[in-house]
């Protein structure tokens, strides 16, 4: 029983920071000036929110399979992140954007 | 889950209304998507009942968005060589 | 959850009133981009894990790169998007008009299972578990086949706009990018993940979400990234091998459904042989998806010389 309510405050928290990290995230995007520091706000934020959220849902999966699905979801995010930024930047730069 | 119908109703009318007034071609791209997708939340939406989505719409749907994205790619290719015959993304009948 | 729905569909009505009605075309895109991937989570509220693959996937994922690529190509081309700033009263009123018969629509339907508990009923006889896949393959394989035929002529309708003419040239613009920067990095690692997703999620289909559609899409996007990040060049359409695998999948579909007569009628697959016709259709089919989105969204050739 205290292992779940242990568990159960482990997620919490964990999701609770990376929400966080999210909402900061977010606020770069609607804050910045230009293309670039948006993009670098919403990449860095929110790969540690999406890493936190996963950490933190890990604690209620009911097995492994879960859990190594949960961290492949954050690593393919990951990498699907980076790139699209990269491309977006690409884009942005080919139009002339600062 | 009415609200999702509704919301696509919504997204009908507000697609229709940028089909029409929008000038810019690929603006009337986006428009088309977006009243493509309003009809298929509205679609899906009616079929809910008790948790669950009627398959049926769900596989129409899905046949849906396929088709949509062919069209869209159809119709960017034509904005595209439109826009380098003419220099512009104005269709001529609209132009002021 | 009330509170969530509500929140979502405001959020989605934002969105694409932003994609529809706001200021520039570029910021237009990537709002229809997150209205797409909102629309999506939609999907998941409404329990239609199969349409929100679908609709992050394609809607929201390969229309994306569609348009992003499209305001580049225009801005290259030197036709910017006219300003119209003004709200355009008749047309607003004749929309909102629509608008109102269709939510008077909505509200006057009375909810029912619809043709779920037929489907059930007769999903042992499918070959499939999962419902969607069922329909899709069987059920209303009618509506199947004659989209892959449309998605094929979409990509016929492209090769025309060819550019100078040149129409068996490689796809699309030539991209390039630095050899030994993050794009070519991811662009190497990305892929063979993509792989193994795209191929789960046709496999999965027969019995949970996934499908030919998500998965051919999943594989289309990790051709068109290959090819972004300059790695490899887009393949030109005098090739035999491409127009194979263009053709195989609503080939096949079509072979079995003429097979089919032998047991009934034109796609009517016997129960006991279901599930391997199925599956091989699936399979084939999921190959000439990848192939035809992936041409389609690197656009017509633009004179960048065959491979």
Not at chain 1, 69 to 76: D, E, M
Not at chain 2, 8 to 35: C, D, E, K, P, S
Not at chain 2, 48 to 53: A, D, F, L, P
Not at chain 3, 40 to 67: F, K, Q, S, Y
């Amino acid at each position: 029983m205290t292992l779940d309510l242990l568990r159960l405050l482990l997620t919490i928290a964990l999701t609770g920071a990376g929400l966080v990290f999210y909402v900061a995230g977010t606020l770069g995007l609607l804050r910045f000036p230009d293309t670039f520091s948006r993009l670098h706000a919403l990449t860095k934020a929110d790969n540690l929110g999406l890493g936190l959220l996963a950490l933190g849902l890990a604690f209620q999966a009911p097995g492994w399979a879960e859990v190594a699905k949960l961290a492949l979801i954050w690593l393919l995010a990951l990498l699907a992140a980076g790139t699209v930024a990269q491309l977006v930047a690409r884009a942005a730069l080919g139009r002339g954007a600062r | 889950m009415t609200v999702y119908a509704v919301t696509g109703a919504l997204l009908v009318a507000l697609g229709l209304y940028g089909l029409i007034a929008a000038r810019g071609l690929l603006r009337r791209v986006v428009a088309f998507n977006v009243v493509g997708s309003g009809v298929f939340l509205m679609f899906g939406a009616l079929g809910w009942y008790e948790g669950h989505t009627d398959p049926v719409p769900q596989a129409l749907i899905i046949t849906g968005i396929v088709v949509a994205l062919s069209a869209s790619a159809l119709a960017v290719g034509l904005v595209v060589a439109h826009a380098r015959v003419s220099g512009g993304q104005v269709l001529e009948d609209d132009a002021p | 959850m009330a509170v969530f729905d509500l929140a979502l569909c405001t959020l989605i009505l934002l969105a694409a009133l932003a994609a529809v009605a706001g200021p520039g075309l570029f910021r237009a895109v990537v709002f229809f981009v997150v209205y797409g991937v909102l629309i999506a989570l939609a999907w998941v509220r409404l329990g239609a894990p199969d349409v929100a693959l679908a609709e992050a996937a394609i809607g929201a994922g390969l229309t994306g790169v569609l348009l992003l690529g499209a305001v580049g190509r225009l801005s290259r081309a030197g036709a910017d998007e006219p300003l119209t700033s003004r709200i355009d009263w008749p047309v607003a009123l004749a929309a909102g008009l629509v608008g109102a018969m269709l939510v008077w629509a909505v509200l006057s339907l009375a909810p029912g299972p619809g043709l779920a508990p037929a489907v059930a009923e007769i999903l042992p006889q499918t070959g499939v578990e999962n419902p969607v896949t069922a329909v899709l393959l069987n059920l209303r394989a009618w509506d199947t086949l004659l989209e892959s035929v449309v998605l094929l002529a979409a990509l016929i309708g492209l090769w025309p706009l060819a550019r100078g003419g040149a129409w068996q040239a490689a796809a699309g613009p030539v991209h390039h990018a630095l050899p030994d920067g993050v794009l070519a990095g991811f662009g190497r690692l990305l892929p063979p993940v993509a792989l193994l997703v795209g191929v789960y999620l046709v496999w999965a289909g027969a019995y949970q979400p996934g499908g030919a559609f998500q998965g051919g899409t999943v594989l289309a996007a990790a051709g068109v990234l290959c090819v972004m990040a300059g790695l490899v060049r887009a393949p030109g359409m005098a090739a035999p091998l491409w127009r194979l695998a263009l053709v195989a999948g609503p080939g096949l579909f079509l072979a079995l459904g003429v097979a089919g007569m032998a047991f009934g009628g034109f796609l009517l697959f016997p129960t006991a042989l279901a599930k391997g016709m199925i599956l091989a259709i699936e399979m084939v089919l999921t190959l000439s998806i990848a192939v035809t989105l992936a041409l389609m969204v690197l656009g017509p050739p633009e004179g960048g010389g065959a491979q």
